[in-house]
């Protein structure tokens, strides 16, 4: 059964509905710790290339489920000298780097990836995303992606797009695909079908979810309708 909680558009919202429908409202978000902090400056020493360097010593050493005694002893560097070179403190030399490499099973310019990585960005003017193919512009729903970074330090894939529903747009709350999905409503009303669950949707909600459950526009209220849709998922995972 539907889980039915008070519209926060209040009942005249609720009372719009000419369906025997269960609206559930957008429920209370409670604060989370974060993992992070969004202000925080990345420590310019990492664009140092010893301390690139020593971040990728540690990661894989640490993939390899090995201490730094093990490494030292399989490299004869020692145990000193490996916590300053992981630390980014000292600039090991060529013939130290060839040993690590040897030890790591990993090429030696790999020891160099994220000093040399490019962070990519991607600009879109308005108006001017790109018009793409997905499952739901067979029903009549507009997708303009909004930019894409295929590769990326995260290891997650980013789409975000902005949907237009029109008079020839179809209903479809079926959609299921790997990862997590924002929306944020621009214009119109649109019901929201998550799972067993409704939400109406004006203009300055949003609504965050796991995107594996069956989602989609139920009900389209007032045309046309324009959203935000931004959807997350592991690198190398499918997606529809």
Known sequence: ???????????????????????????????????????????????VLEVAIGHEVRAFRKKLGITVADLAATTNISLGMLSKIENGITSPS??????????????????????????????????????????????????????????????????????????????FPAFQHDGMEFLYMLEGEV????GSNLYRMLPGDSLFFDADAPHGPDELTTLPIRYLSIISYRQGSGNE
């Open 1 to 47: 059964m539907d889980k039915l909680v008070k519209d926060g558009k209040g009942a005249s919202a609720a009372a719009k509905s000419t369906k025997s429908k269960k609206i559930s409202s957008a429920t209370q978000v409670k604060a989370a710790p974060l993992h992070q902090d969004p202000h925080a400056v990345r420590d310019t020493r990492e664009k």
């Open 94 to 171: 060529l013939t130290t780097l060839q040993a690590l490499s040897r030890a790591l099973g990993v090429p030696l310019s790999s020891f160099f990836r994220r000093f040399e990585e490019d962070r990519n960005a991607v600009f879109v003017k308005a108006g001017e995303g790109v018009d793409v193919e997905r499952r739901g512009t067979r029903a009549g729903h507009q997708y303009n992606l909004l930019g894409y970074i295929s590769s990326n330090t995260a290891g997650v894939t980013v789409e975000p797009y902005l949907i237009t529903l029109t008079e020839n747009s179809d209903v």
């Open 191 to 194: 019901v929201y079908r998550h």
